[in-house]
């Protein structure tokens, strides 16, 4: 009895020596959206590369579980193999991941995703948080840029997903690049020279060969 009290007591200490650690150590919490598992990785894999090296807290999501991104593969199976890729990339990136459980190519603005996206972003405790624009030619790109949208507010008000503790200041919100000209062509305001990190993004990204063997024919990914 007493050894299991002394347990549960260590636990709870080190939880909570975990959670001080973690709101005091001074850095940046950040994390990144894409739609599929390995957007996060192609966008903005460089710059995470960076801040990782500097101690910053990275996160990379993917908002479906890209279980039809591929030629002739799909389904659990996949989800699954692209879940892994995405973790063995992180791992060499030096960051976290996470895959959402929605299905590639059905990702819609819906009240339930705008709180899941509003939880995932509280959880992280998110200083910054990046998403593509709502402008892309495909529709899960495009609804996710449009739930960022619809979260970047709610994370900080207090009786939406009350179940998670609201952020006590709004994160940054920033979007990532893109080549659409319409009805906004992007224009940056802050740029990321990542060449130091460009061999180790590339590292990384090698995990991901569904993604890169896929051979989707229209696919196409800007580094
Ligand atoms: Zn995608």
Request: net charge neutral.
């Amino acid at each position: 009895m007493m050894r299991s009290l002394f347990s549960v007591v260590f636990v709870c200490l080190f939880a909570f020596h975990l959670h001080a650690v973690e709101k005091e150590d001074g850095k940046l919490r950040i994390i990144v959206f894409g739609a599929h598992p390995d957007d996060a990785e192609y966008k903005a894999g460089g710059s995470a590369v960076k801040w990782a090296k500097q101690g910053h807290h990275v996160k990379l999501v993917s908002v479906t579980n890209g279980d039809i991104g591929h030629w002739k593969e799909a389904g659990g199976p996949l989800a699954l193999r692209r879940a892994a890729e995405v973790t063995a990339c992180a791992k060499k990136l030096g960051v976290t991941s996470q895959v959402l459980d929605i299905h590639d190519g059905e990702l819609v603005p819906s009240l339930e995703c705008r709180k899941l996206i509003t939880r995932v972003i509280r959880e992280w405790k998110a200083d910054i948080v990046i998403a593509p624009r709502p402008w892309d030619y495909h529709p899960d790109h495009r609804y996710v840029g449009v739930l960022l949208q619809d979260a970047a507010f709610m994370v900080a008000v207090p009786f939406i997903c009350p179940d998670v503790p609201p952020l006590k200041k709004n994160p940054v919100f920033l979007y990532s690049s893109d080549g659409f000209q319409k009805p906004y062509p992007f224009t940056p305001d802050i740029a990321v020279s990542v060449d130091d990190s460009f061999e180790q993004k590339l590292d990384g990204i090698h995990e991901l060969t569904s993604s890169i063997m896929k051979a989707v024919p229209m696919a196409r990914k800007s580094m």
